[in-house]
């Protein structure tokens, strides 16, 4: 089974500054799915970004940017100029295309406080 | 709003009773995803429903079931509660089969057994 390991439970930063959360995960497989996820205190479930394991290029969506490192099996996500809203729980997460590996499996979240 | 709805956002219910959580799709999605989230085991799949047939199954217990209508709402049916059943369930959907750009989740059905 694959496996996800955020081993940072908390983090915090001041605002309009910048922070980087780690995730590491472990596969065999070549061709997948990177996602972060945000859980904000009203505990919705929002995509943040997604990246494609064939794709070289890290993906960007406004302020947040990823590091992908395929050979190191590293995925972590940057945010820059930090808002007081971005102040959630942030899931890493994987998927694979086919077989058992073909649904969302989550690691346990680092928690984010983004300080005035 | 995501477009993924779900009912009731809370439930609190006594060992041994059996609850059914709802969930209705954003529309036009087609594949339907049950997860449970806890304190200790965090996010753990349950359950995968694409268009009416079941698609994958995760660690969800004998006592849970689930199903996916023609309108394409899901039913979680959760039986002979124990405490350790306390959690927050979402449901999750996706256009594709795979959700491979990702899934939209809804806000969840708190419950809590006592």
């Known amino acids: 089974a694959q496996t996800v390991t955020q081993s940072q439970p908390e983090m915090s930063v001041q605002e309009a500054e910048t922070v980087t959360l780690s995730c590491t995960y472990d596969?065999?497989?070549?061709?997948?799915?990177l996602f972060w996820y945000k859980q904000p205190p009203s505990r919705q479930m929002i995509l943040v970004i997604r990246q494609e394991a064939y794709k070289q290029q890290n993906a960007t969506e406004n302020r947040f940017s990823v590091n992908f490192q395929k050979a190191a099996k590293s995925f972590s996500l940057k945010i820059s100029d930090s808002q007081l809203g971005d102040t959630a729980m942030y899931f890493c997460?994987?998927?694979?295309?086919?077989?058992?590996?073909?649904?969302?499996?989550f690691g346990k979240g680092i928690t984010l406080s983004v300080r005035p | 709003d995501s477009g993924v709805t779900q009912t009731p956002k809370h439930l609190i219910t006594a060992t041994g009773q059996r609850v059914t959580l709802r969930c209705s799709p954003r529309s036009g999605d087609l594949s339907v995803y049950w997860y449970q989230q806890s304190l200790d085991q965090g996010l753990q799949f349950l359950i995968q429903y694409y268009n009416g047939e079941e698609r994958a199954k995760g660690n969800i217990l004998e006592r849970f079931s689930a199903q996916q209508f023609p309108d394409l709402h899901s039913e979680l049916n959760l039986s002979s509660l124990e405490l350790g059943d306390s959690a927050l369930y979402f449901c999750?959907?996706?256009?594709?089969?795979?959700?491979?750009?990702?899934?939209?989740f809804g806000s969840g059905t708190r419950l809590t057994v006592v």
């Open positions: 997460a994987f998927m694979a295309p086919t077989g058992a590996n073909s649904k969302l499996t």
């Open positions: 596969t065999s497989e070549s061709n997948y799915y």
């Open positions: 999750a959907s996706s256009a594709d089969r795979g959700g491979y750009y990702g899934y939209t």
